[in-house]
């Protein structure tokens, strides 16, 4: 299971006045408690917008690759913003988040992509925007992911975001996206499928209980990666359950090994 | 999502003790508990075989009928315990688990189940032993529902089990549950899917996280029923989460009303 690390997000409020205040220890801080509990990338959205994005994203990454050996996520819908963020990136092959069908982001990201050797996530938004029902998604997913592969785009460098969107403003809206992995699963079996899990559970109490149980739900239907808070114990318990009845977990070693460190309780 | 209370069952220690010493108190504490916590059915197994399982099936669910409201859940490999055991039932539509595709045992019971009007596990073992793989489950499956519902009975009066077994002996004991229960719901749109969800974790620390996650992962395939222990609050909080995220809580108001009640603390 891929771990993406969803703290350092400027819509959420310490982290904009970390931003905006340019607090690096702050920042370096929960990006090592990420590392350490497991993701295997940190995300970095500085959450701002136009010449301000650009400045606060190269900010945040040189902030973050100080200190973490992990690559990074870079999270922006402005191609200006990744391409600057790219400039200053010395790390791992980053995973660029996101591309998407609309065809001028497409076409001014892809060249980045490549450029970079880096991953992709290829969220399933087209120009006519925002999908809706497994249906739509597939058809975009397939649209969007057979473009990365035709660009010579290896498989695992291509991770599938179906959107998530909450369930307490339309009760089909998860049950469409665990639809539209299975759907997308069989389509590309060696692609990766990630999910922004957190969404689903806005407007709703216990939203960290939802989240866990969404997270699981998704791998049930072939997810491997995820954008989610790795410090969140009860999760990261549950994405471990959840590999090892997913029968990716030989000899039940990784679940064995979780319990003896204490990560299960 | 329908609960079967799996509590009361002479495999279990304090039961068997229970059983043996007919102490009809105790038996009917755990009954009423597991309906107060939601069960809809109340599984009765005595756990012993022979003539003595007839006898303790008898008294068990004698005790048990006396003190809940939900229909009980006869639970036994032996024909002649089961018709013994529907004689002295007094209750709603019994759910008879189970039948197999084994043609005794299959013949003895099929005729039992029209007269008592009763519902039915339909257990995916035939007369080669228990299954493997999802292939073998699913070919069970079609041959033994078709079977059934050839006889006339309706499709949900048909509880399909696909047959839990432990991770730790095979890790991908679990993932061909997962992709049979996928396959079934969809050949088998009105029947009901149901697990021994706890079966997975046997052998294995932390069995309560393992059971409540597989459960949720099970109904991400389609499972809509499940023998579990209506006691485990996180187990039946998990529950709560995934009916919503499955798409069966419109508004989200049996989720909403769950947290207002504590349920999911």
Redesign the interface.
């Known amino acids: 299971m891929i771990i993406i690390g969803e703290l350092i997000n400027g819509t959420r409020k310490e982290i904009a006045a970390a931003i905006a205040g340019r607090a690096a220890a702050e920042i370096a801080r929960i990006a090592r408690a990420q590392q350490e509990a497991g993701a295997h990338f940190v995300d970095c959205n500085a959450g701002t917008a136009g010449d301000k994005e650009v400045e606060d994203l190269v900010w945040l990454v040189q902030v973050v690759q100080k200190e973490v050996s992990v690559p990074l996520s870079l999270d922006s819908s402005n191609p200006a913003a990744l391409a600057a963020a790219l400039e200053v990136y010395t790390g791992p092959p980053p995973l660029i988040n996101s591309v998407t069908a609309e065809p001028q982001r497409y076409a001014e990201l892809v060249p980045l992509i490549k450029q970079a050797g880096a991953s992709v996530v290829a969220l399933l938004i087209d120009e006519k925007g925002m999908p809706s029902g497994a249906e739509q998604r597939v058809a975009i997913g397939k649209r969007l992911v057979g473009d990365l592969l035709a660009e010579g785009l290896e498989p695992h460098r291509i991770f599938i975001d179906p959107v998530v969107m909450p369930?307490?403003t339309d009760?089909?809206a998860?049950?469409?996206v665990?639809a539209s992995i299975?759907q997308l699963r069989e389509a590309f079996p060696d692609c990766h499928i990630t999910a922004g899990v957190s969404n689903?559970s806005f407007g709703?109490?216990?939203r960290r209980?939802?989240n866990r149980?969404?997270l699981?739900?998704?791998?049930?239907?072939g997810l491997d990666a995820a954008l989610v808070d790795p410090l969140d114990r009860q999760l990261m318990?549950?994405a471990c359950?959840?590999c090892?009845?997913?029968?990716r977990?030989?000899?039940?070693m990784n679940?064995?090994q979780a319990?003896r460190s204490g990560l299960?309780e």
């Open positions: 369930v307490s009760h089909q998860a049950s469409a665990l299975r689903v709703l109490p216990n209980l939802l149980i969404f699981t739900m998704c791998m049930a239907c318990a549950a359950a959840a090892t009845l997913a029968g977990d030989e000899w039940c679940y064995l319990h299960l």
